[in-house]
């Protein structure tokens, strides 16, 4: 028998831990990941800003964000969130370029200058 994914299911159960542990950084950053592939974007965006709070050295946390203010056609602040998570350092490259999540920002010439930034000087 097939284990099928039930991503409501999991939000309602992840959304009672957080009620009682409201600082649980894994739970949150799940709930913002099952939140953004929901479609719930604006709910995705807060709880990665939560995490941001909870995590503010944490590399990844800072990405998810810029993915999060991208999606929600915020450009400007998604590019200085992807800034500092480079800053703090967020390395892939590969994955920055072909993240669906940040398609709105790669025409963005800030974004080609972080890309130009990261690539390897040969």
């Known amino acids: 028998m097939a284990k099928t994914s039930d991503p409501e299911f999991e939000i309602r159960f992840f959304e009672s831990v957080l009620r009682r542990d409201p600082a649980y950084t894994e739970v949150v950053e799940l709930l913002g990941s099952l939140y953004t592939r929901q479609g719930r974007i604006a709910d995705g965006l807060r709880m990665d800003r939560k995490l941001v709070k909870l995590l503010p050295s944490n590399a990844t946390a800072h990405y998810n ?8 056609k915020r450009l400007r602040d998604a590019l200085r969130s992807l800034r500092q ?23 963005h010439p800030g974004f080609t200058a972080l890309v130009a930034q990261l690539k390897p000087q040969s």
Do not use: F, H, R
């Open 65 to 72: 964000l810029a993915c999060s203010l991208a999606l929600s």
């Open 85 to 107: 998570a480079v800053e703090l350092g967020y390395t892939d490259l590969d994955w920055m370029q072909q993240d669906p999540d940040l398609e709105g920002l790669k025409a």
